[in-house]
């Protein structure tokens, strides 16, 4: 049975992003794992690069049981209902499943705290220390 990883997406995300990942993911993990898209709610969400997508699943019904769980950057981590996530995100680092966050989504997990013990990367890190303040 294929391991589930979820690719969490926002209204203006950043395409090229997640199609580097979930390529990556298909071509080297030999059918072990299932690329799945979730995102707020079932409505299509629109990359910057203009392509509408119909999540998978929203915040209610995506799976809880997963392997791997991926923020893919964009324009919209700074808004407030980007913060729906976070039980996610919760899930996947208690259990040591595999997280990511690309570009502002890198900055999004240091704003709740999950990458003070971790190596990690970022976009500039003057402002994530700004944006996230003390949770960094």
Same mark, same amino acid.
């Given at each position: 049975?294929?391991?589930?990883?979820?690719?969490?997406?926002?209204?203006?995300?950043?395409?090229? *992003?997640?199609? %580097?990942?979930?390529?990556?993911?298909?071509?080297?993990?030999?059918?072990?794992?299932?690329?799945?898209?979730?995102?707020?709610?079932? *409505?299509?969400?629109?990359?910057?690069?203009?392509?509408?997508?119909?999540?998978?699943?929203?915040?209610?019904?995506?799976?809880?049981?997963? *392997?791997?769980?991926?923020?893919?950057? /964009?324009?919209?981590?700074?808004? *407030?209902? #980007?913060?729906?996530?976070?039980?996610?995100?919760?899930? #996947?680092?208690?259990?040591?499943?595999?997280?990511?966050?690309?570009?502002?989504? #890198?900055?999004?997990?240091?704003?709740?705290?999950?990458?003070?013990?971790?190596?990690?990367? /970022?976009?500039?890190?003057?402002?994530?220390?700004?944006?996230?303040?003390?949770? %960094?």
């Amino acid at each position: 049975m294929k391991k589930t990883i979820l690719f969490f997406l926002l209204d203006k995300y950043s395409d090229w *992003e997640s199609a %580097y990942v979930s390529s990556l993911i298909n071509a080297l993990g030999e059918n072990k794992y299932a690329v799945k898209t979730f995102s707020l709610s079932k *409505e299509p969400v629109k990359s910057l690069g203009g392509f509408t997508l119909i999540p998978d699943y929203d915040l209610v019904t995506a799976p809880k049981d997963f *392997e791997g769980l991926i923020l893919i950057g /964009g324009m919209s981590w700074r808004t *407030e209902s #980007a913060k729906k996530v976070k039980p996610f995100v919760k899930i #996947a680092f208690e259990n040591k499943k595999i997280l990511g966050g690309i570009c502002d989504a #890198a900055g999004f997990l240091a704003t709740i705290g999950v990458l003070n013990n971790i190596r990690h990367t /970022g976009n500039d890190l003057n402002d994530i220390k700004q944006w996230a303040g003390d949770s %960094y």
